[in-house]
């Protein structure tokens, strides 16, 4: 299905960019065109304030009316559709979040549309994936292939896509949704020629620095744009928090925030749109030091303002815009060209406001094709995202999923029942009931010296025969059995229940989940004698002992708890 989904993913990319300019087009040209064009070459006077507005009051109308899904980056609301929706989208929302994207980019706003086609792409894969008798976690599968897919088709990077869906979308790494992946990306990344174009999006072609220390200030520069990315995040949510506490209806919002993004054109009509023309000017090096910062400070703005306001954008190019433009300022006082230091700070501050170092470093180079600047920009994704992680909570990404009361980790660690096994936490040497124990003196143990909910049964050589337990007394109680049968005579097949040292203690818990048996008897495989037993009590050590790794400090052999 992979290749059905990664053709699907980049004609969804090229229609949607189609549909951005001709909203373009539209709104600043008065005509109807599907030709690129940019918002600066527009002259409106003062209706370039007004033109974000009726962009923006569009959007209210179709959220309100048709879906309040649409609102939003795009990237959050695909994320929570896999972990809490079971990666089911709407053919609704599949329709509408692509048409509101391109109206809002359209008409000004200070947006990317790979926030728009990355939920367009994942929309793509879980209808298709509807339409077949398909898990939650093959469906999953397909909306994050459709998802890499249309962010290959739009920025040409298959690998920083392939790396995205495994750090932020399918928060697992496994091959039944690797490979997928994979193969959706590549088919994509094959589609791109002939829709959209080929080669880097941003080339590059100034001389890499020499300097032994650039690599070191290179992490600076991901310290500086690690710190802005918490501002920014920060800011963000602030600023949603003041648009719930006005006194109109949420379907104004944009149109309110669209009025500062107006404002901010009438400043520099450069913050206006996608932007990815001043993504080029910082790549290359030619952005004067106070365009840069006029950039940087109003694009800052209006891109906060308008995405707190809830309407429909993406936070990708806003984000390499303010991190070409901080590196950009500061490489003015750097070796080299300022496009490098530009590009070092897109890595950076990607990686610290996404919480996605791997995705960041490898973006940069392949969005420039200077793969030989790896090692400055690994330095500063790395940098960025560790002071991320100080600083905020979340990121920017996952706060707003948490703000509704969903609390998402983005941390891989391997389960700890998975590592160890049966053996190793089990109680060894179990107590057991003999097997021509009657019902009649198993009522009265139970009743009187019992300590456990359960107990295996053993034949004379210490063979596991079945597994009495307290629910079984009652049954015998209600006068179900003969108080003078056995054991063996009583107990079902059902009680069979049984794993081997070796087994993995993951297996033994899911075991557990489906039999709703509390405690497994341990059974040597080739005698089939019992050896041990495991609870849930048990399991949770493997829990504790995951804990005990992680927080008890030791030195030459002495441990202290930390």
Not at 3 to 26: E, Q, Y
Not at 247 to 257: N, S
Not at 259 to 272: P, Q, T
Not at 490 to 519: K, N
Request: glycine share 12%; net charge neutral; charged share 15%.
């Amino acid at each position: 299905m992979a290749p059905v989904i990664g053709t699907g993913g980049a004609f969804g990319a090229w229609l949607l960019l189609k549909s951005i300019a001709i909203a373009t087009n539209a709104f600043w040209f008065g005509r109807l065109s599907a030709q690129e064009v940019e918002i600066t070459d527009a002259a409106v006077g003062l209706a370039i304030v007004a033109i974000p507005v009726i962009g923006s009051l569009i959007i209210g109308v179709m959220a309100r009316f048709g879906s309040e899904k649409i609102r939003g980056h795009g990237i959050p609301e695909a994320i929570e559709t896999i972990l809490f929706g079971e990666s089911r989208l709407s053919p609704k929302v599949a329709i509408l979040k692509p048409i509101s994207a391109a109206i809002s980019i359209g008409s000004g706003g200070p947006f990317g549309a790979e926030g728009p086609v990355i939920m367009t792409g994942g929309a793509i894969g879980s209808l298709f994936a509807q339409c077949f008798h398909l898990s939650a976690a093959e469906r999953k599968t397909l909306l994050v292939a459709g998802a890499a897919a249309g962010m290959v088709a739009i920025f040409g990077t298959p690998m920083a896509a392939i790396l995205l869906a495994v750090e932020v979308l399918l928060f697992e790494w496994k091959p039944r949704s690797f490979v997928p992946v994979v193969i959706s990306v590549l088919v994509a990344a094959a589609w791109r020629p002939e829709l959209i174009g080929h080669g880097p999006m941003f080339p590059a072609i100034w001389p890499l620095p020499t300097d032994g220390w650039i690599v070191a200030a290179a992490a600076g520069i991901g310290v500086i744009v690690g710190l802005l990315a918490a501002l920014l995040s920060s800011l963000l949510y602030r600023i949603e928090d003041l648009f719930h506490r006005l006194p109109v209806h949420w379907m104004w919002w944009p149109a309110i925030g669209a009025l500062v993004v107006g404002v901010g054109g009438l400043i520099d009509a450069r913050v206006l749109g996608a932007g990815y023309s001043n993504i080029q000017t910082l790549v290359d090096g030619s952005m004067a030091l106070r365009a840069a910062v006029i950039l940087l400070a109003v694009k800052a703005v209006v891109w906060l303002v308008a995405l707190g306001s809830g309407t429909s954008g993406g936070v990708l190019a806003p984000l390499l815009i303010l991190g070409g433009a901080a590196g950009c300022i500061a490489g003015l006082w750097l070796p080299g060209s300022t496009g490098f230091w530009a590009m070092i700070g897109m890595a950076g501050i990607m990686s610290g406001a996404m919480r996605a170092p791997l995705t960041g470093a490898i973006f940069a180079a392949e969005l420039t094709g200077r793969f030989d600047a790896l090692p400055a920009v690994i330095a500063a994704s790395g940098f960025a995202y560790a002071i991320s992680v100080l600083c905020m909570r979340r990121s920017i990404l996952t706060e707003k999923i948490a703000r509704r009361g969903r609390h998402i980790l983005q941390e891989y660690t391997v389960d700890p029942l998975d590592l160890q096994q049966a053996g190793q936490l089990m109680t060894p040497d179990p107590a057991t009931l003999p097997a021509d124990m009657t019902v009649h003196a198993a009522l009265r143990f139970f009743t009187e010296e019992a300590t456990h909910r359960s107990y295996p049964v053993v034949d004379a050589e210490g063979r596991l025969v079945g597994l009495a337990s307290r629910s079984d007394a009652l049954r015998w109680k209600a006068g179900a059995f003969d108080e003078g049968a056995t054991l063996t005579e009583t107990l079902s097949d059902a009680s069979q229940t049984t794993a081997y040292p070796e087994t993995p203690c993951g297996v033994i818990a899911d075991l557990i989940v489906e039999t709703g048996v509390a405690r497994v008897p341990i059974v040597d495989r080739e005698t089939h004698k019992v050896v041990g037993i495991l609870s849930r009590q048990d399991l949770l050590k493997a829990r504790r002992a995951q804990r005990t790794s992680e927080t008890r400090r030791s030195r030459f052999g002495r441990s202290v708890d930390g």
